[in-house]
């Protein structure tokens, strides 16, 4: 049993191939966090609200979401923090808003190695 | 002058925030390969139109498009592929879309990077 929380928030699709990307794509860091879960805003599950209360019957006493967003919009700036205020005072845990993951270096410099690698078929003069 | 194009696509906002952390985003991309382009898909500039449209004005023979999407929705299953379509008849130069970003297991691993480096107030028993 994890004290702490981490809950990696995707916007969530009625789409299952979108589901499925965001599923391969924290999977790495599933793996990597015992302590880490993958939950929704809406549209799938499991839905963020869903996380929290899992989270604090397994008795964690701190949570952070971290947004798998690539730059903070409307959800971000102000649905997902009134929801939160929410969640904190239904369930009796603070919790914690990372900045997206978009605004961090680690994907500036994946994005540049994925376009560096990018091949093209004729030559650059 | 490059023959070749690379167009880095985000969807685009009104709020010039969300644009500026594309901007920085793919800043170190940008760097690192001089045939590298940020273009929007709508509510920002400039637009995909219009970037290739400029590229082509500088002799570019051939684009490829990198969506900064974390996982293909509506926008690039469907939108997208019928503007490239249209694209590539009026100028005359083939296009080639690319996976979006959030399929690349680079973007896993950045994110991996991000969780595991993610602090916690509270020891882990």
């Known amino acids: 049993m994890n004290a702490h929380r981490i809950i990696l928030l995707a916007h969530g699709s009625s789409d299952p191939r979108w589901c499925a990307t965001f599923e391969a794509l924290v999977a790495p860091a599933l793996q990597a966090r015992p302590d880490a879960r993958i ?34 919009g409307r959800h971000l700036r102000r649905d997902i923090p009134a929801e939160i ?20 270096p680690y994907l500036a410099a994946a994005i540049r190695d994925i376009v560096v690698e990018t091949a093209v078929s004729e030559q650059e003069p």
């Open 85 to 104: 205020r929410e969640l904190e005072q239904r369930h009796g845990v603070p919790i914690r808003l990372q900045s997206p993951v978009g605004e961090h």
């Open 39 to 72: 939950a929704y805003m809406e549209l799938a599950e499991p839905s963020l609200g869903k996380s929290v209360e899992q989270a604090t019957l397994e008795g964690v006493r701190e949570i952070t979401i971290i947004p798998l967003f690539l730059a903070a």
